[in-house]
């Protein structure tokens, strides 16, 4: 069993940058692949990005490529995502899941837990 906890959501300006955290419980973080996804108001959630539970393999949607980073910390049992250039559509929930599969997916069915989510809402 893993919970999940984010963390680090705001209001910040376009063109800003944001890191958020997710802080897992449980004795078998390092063997889960990580996820963000994001639902925005009137929207369904969608993926953001993936990493692997080893060598760091990630995977991103297009939408955020080249202006997040998905990372973690095995002995912090945390998973970040490091948002730059923040854009007006990245305005959603985002919630951090884990998979206990430990392979990356793309869909909500890859993923058996979930955070609560945090707001991130980006300003022009």
């Known amino acids: 069993q893993v919970q999940l906890v984010e963390s680090g959501g705001g209001l910040v300006q376009v063109g800003d940058s944001l890191r958020l955290s997710c802080a897992a419980s449980g004795r078998t973080f390092s063997a889960y692949a990580m996820g963000w996804f994001r639902q925005a108001p009137g929207s369904e959630r969608e993926f953001v990005a993936a990493i692997s539970r080893s060598f760091g393999i990630t995977y991103y949607a297009d939408s955020v490529k080249g202006r997040f980073t998905i990372s973690r910390d095995n002995a912090k049992k945390t998973v970040y995502l490091q948002m730059n250039t923040l854009k007006p559509e990245d305005t959603a929930v985002y919630y951090c899941?884990?998979?206990?599969?430990?392979?990356?997916?793309?869909?909500?069915?890859?993923?058996?837990?979930w955070g609560q989510g945090t707001q991130v809402t980006v300003s022009s």
């Open positions: 899941a884990g998979g206990s599969k430990g392979v990356i997916g793309t869909t909500d069915r890859a993923y058996d837990y």
